[in-house]
C-alpha cells in the first residue's frame, strides 16, 4: 500500500530540502535518523556523466542540472556493491581521485549506514508491532485492550512513515552512488591525458613531395562529400556522401564485418531508437544541457550515440547459462550525437559530425576472460587498421581520461596529414561489471561453487555479473579522414586500400569526374 | 519597419477571430474588405497531409489539431501556388479534389486570393494617394491647407500600414488553405479508392509449397535471424535487431540494388537522417500534429526522415539548375523511421509495419516534359530488380483516392507474401511534378531562350521554370525480407538466397538452421 503510494507520489519531484522537513515534523522520535539526515542538506555533487569520446569528456554537470535529476526519481536501479565500497574506502578514494571524479564517496558511505541503520530500525519496529498484535489475541482488560489498540496504531503509522523514508533514502543512496566510477586495472597509467602510455606503434607518417590536400578539399575535388547542402537541409556538421564515397563507406563496413566475422562474432543491425534508460544504464547521461544525446520528443527515447547502448540491452535483466558465454557480436549501425560543447574542439569536415555510421564490437564474458577479451578486441583493431596500411599506435589510457564504466581503456590515434596529427579512431574498453550491475546481466556457473554453504534452491550456483567491453571496429568518417588524406597522389586521386577492392566492385582508384 | 513589427508578432498566435475584429475597428471605410473577410471566420478544413504509404494514408486531420498547428502558426515558408492556373482551371482543379478525396477547400482559397489581389490593389490606391499627398506638400500652400494635408498625409500613412498588415496576414492564410490543394492528376489514372487502381503489370505466380509454410517471423525465430523480443525491452514494440544471415542479407540487398540501379546512371547518396522539419512539410509531409508519422527531436526544429525522398528533395533546395545539368538521378541509402501512429489496427505483423528500417530510394529532377519518361525508367527499373529477385508482384497504377497530396500519378508493386496469403506494398514510384519544386524552390534556366512571349528577363535569359521531381523505392529491405523469407523457405526450414544476392553474401547460398 504504501509502496503504491510511493510511487504515485513519485510522480511529483521530491526536492532534499522537503523531504528532511519531513522528517522533523514526524511525530516518532527517532533521533538516530534525525541527525543522520543533516548532511543531505547540501546539494550534491554531479551524477555519473560518460562522453562518447574521451576527447569530448566533461565530467562536470552545472548545478542546476544537478538539481533537477536528484529531485527525480530513479527509473531503475544499479546493483551496486555497498558493503564492498565500505570495506574498500581507500581504494575507492584513490580511484576517484586519480579518474577525476566527482563522485562523494563519503556521502555514499554514510547514506548507506544511513540506510542500514534505517532498515534495522523498520525491522525492529515490525517486531514490536507483531509483539503488540501478538498480545491483542489473547483475552485482555478493556484499558489494556485500549492501550495495545493505541500503541499497535501508533507502532503502524511510525513503520508506514519510516517505510516511506527507506525508499526515499535508497533512491537517494543510488543517485549518489552512481557517479561513482568503476575500478581502475593496475596497469593503467596514473594522471591526464599526457600519462597516456603507448602500448603500440605501426608504420610511419607517409611523406608527401607534393602539396597535400585534407580531407574536406579531396572531397570537394572529387564531388564525395556535400556538407553544404546538408547545412541547408539538417544543420552543421551534417553531410551527404556522394559517388565512391558511398561505395567506400560500404565497402568498410562489409569488410569490417567479414573480418570480424571470422573471429566468431555475430553480425547485428539495432535499433537507433532507444528508452533512455538503458542508455543511463550504459553509463551515457541522456539529459541536460551538455547531453551528446538527441531525444524524441514526446517520448521517453532517444537515439543512439553508439550500437553499444543497443548491444548493453540486448540481454538486459538475464540470466544467461555460463556455457553461452563469451557472447560476441559486431553492430553495424548509424550513430546520433548532438556534439554539444565541442565548438572549440578539433571539429573540421568529417572528425567530428551528428551522424555517422559505425561497426562496433560487443563482449559479454565471465568475469576472469575478460582481460583476455580486451586483448582480442585490441588486437582485432590493430590488424584492421595494419590491413588499411594506416599509421598509428595504441595507447592505455590515463586514469583521468577514462569515462565512468571503464576498468581500462585503449585507443587508438591514427596520422591525419591533413591534421599534421594523430586523431582518435577508435576505442576499446573493458567495464567489467559497472554495466552488467546496471543492465542486470548475469550468468549461472555451470559449476557449484565449492565456497560458502550452498543455501540456494535445487543446489543451484549463485549468479554472477557478466563483465562487457566493446570496441569500435570501424567508424566510418574518421576512417575516411584517413584514408583519402593519406592515400591521395599528385594529380588529385585516391587510392583505394587493396583489401577495400573487392567490396568496391573492383575500383582501385577515385578519379576526379570531368566536368 | 511595418514588416518587422509583424515578424516580431508571428511569434504569438494569431487567431482568425481576432484577425477579423481587428479590421471591424479600423477607422478606414474600407467596405471592400470587410464584406469579402467574412467568409474566414469558419473553421478551415485540414491542411495538406501525406503518409508514407498510401495504405496508412490519413486525409482528416482532428479539428483541433488544424487550429493549433496550422491557422496559428505563421507559415515559415512559402510555396510557389501558381494562384492564377487555380482560378484559371476552377473546374478542373474543384474535380480533381473531389477525385482525390481531399479536404482542399478551393472556393476559400478562390476567395482568399480575390481578397489578396483586392487588397493589393488598395493598398497600391492608398500609397498613390499617400504620394499625390506628399507631392501636393512640396509647393506653397495656405496654413490651412497645409494642416489639411498634414492629416491626410497622417491618416493615409496608418491606414496603409495597417491594410498592409492585413496583406501580410491575407496572404500567410491563402499559404496556408491553398497548401492542402492537391497536386493534378494524370489523366490516365483511374478515378475512385484502392478497388480502382488498375493493374498495370504481373509477373509470376505464386509458389505452391508441398510442406506447411512459416510466415517470416517463426522463421525469422527458427533461424535465429530477427530478435524482436530484446528490442521491445531495449526501445519499444515494433522495434528489431537483424542478427546473422540477415544482416548480410540486408548488406546484400543494399549493395546489389546500388549496383543494378548505378548501371542506369543513378549517383549514389547517403543522406543525413535528421532534418529541419521545414523540409519535412516542403516535401509534402506533415511533420507535427497527434497524427503525424514522423518523430521530431526534442528542443529542436529537427525531425528523423520517414524517407531519404526528404533529404533527397533538400540536396537542391532554393536552387537554379542548368538545364544541361538534367536530369539529375540519384539512389539514396538510408535509415527510416516512422512512429506509424494509428497503423494498430493495419497490418502490423513482424517486419512488414516497424519503426526503423533500412531503404535504397531513387530520386530523380528533370524538365516537365521528362518526367513522364522517367516514371516510366523508374517503375521499370523496380520491375527488373523484383524480376531479378524472382518475386511474384503485380504493378498497379494507383486510384485518384489513394493518392498522397504530392503524386500525379502513381505505380505500386505488391508482392506475394505467403506467410500473409496476400499481396503486399513493397515500392511506390510518384511522379511529383511540379508539387515539390514550388515548395523547395528547385528551378532551372533553359538554355534555349524561349520563343514564345517577349524577352523582358535581364541580359535575354530564358525565365527560370520549376524541375518535375520523381521518387520511388528501390529496395526496402524489411518487406524484401518477408517476401524472400517466405517465398523461398524450403521443407527443411531453410531459407534459399536467390542467385543476384549470392556474391554479396559472400556466396552465401542457403540459411541453415543453426546448432544449438
Partial sequence: ?????????????????????????????NTLTLGLFSRRLQPRKPLLVRAFSASAAVQDIPANQTTVSSARRPQWKASIDFKWIRDNKEAVEINIKNRNSNADLDAVLELYENMVNLQKEVERLREERNNVAKKMKGKLEPSERDRLVEEGKYLKESLVSLEEDLVKLKDELQHVAQSIPNMTHPDVPVGGEDSSAIRKEVGCPREFNFPIKDHLQLGKDLDLIDFDSAAEVSGS??????????????ALLNWTLSQVMKKGYTPLTTPEIVRSSIVEKCGFQPRGDNTQVYSIDGTDQCLIGTAEIPLGGIHMDSILLESALPLKY???????????????????????????????????????????????????????????????????????????????KFDIEAW???????????????????????????????EPLQTGPNKGKANLPATKFVHTLNATACAVPRMMVCLLENYQQEDGSVVIPEPLRPFMGGIELIKPKLK
Fill in 416 to 446: 591525419m596529414p591533413g591534421f599534421g596529427r594523430f586523431g582518435e579512431i577508435s576505442s576499446a574498453s573493458n567495464c567489467t561489471d559497472y554495466q552488467s550491475r546496471r543492465l542486470g546481466i548475469r550468468y549461472r556457473p555451470s
Fill in 237 to 250: 556538421k551534417f553531410f551527404y556522401l556522394k559517388n565512391e564515397a558511398v561505395l567506400l563507406e560500404m
Fill in 1 to 29: 500500500m504504501s509502496l503504491h503510494k510511493l510511487r504515485l507520489a513519485a510522480a511529483v519531484p521530491v526536492t532534499i530540502s522537503t523531504f528532511s522537513s519531513r522528517l522533523f515534523l514526524k511525530p516518532f522520535p
Fill in 330 to 408: 559486431i553492430a553495424f549501425s548509424h550513430c546520433f550525437r548532438t556534439e554539444a560543447g565541442a565548438a572549440g574542439a578539433a571539429t573540421k569536415g568529417l572528425y567530428r559530425v551528428h551522424q555517422f555510421s559505425k561497426a562496433e564490437m560487443f563482449v559479454i564474458c565471465r568475469p576472469e576472460d575478460s582481460e583476455f577479451f580486451h586483448h582480442e578486441l585490441i588486437q582485432i583493431e590493430e590488424d584492421l587498421f595494419t590491413s588499411l596500411g594506416l599509421h598509428f599506435k595504441t595507447l592505455d589510457m590515463a586514469t583521468a581520461d577514462l569515462g565512468a564504466p571503464a576498468y581500462r
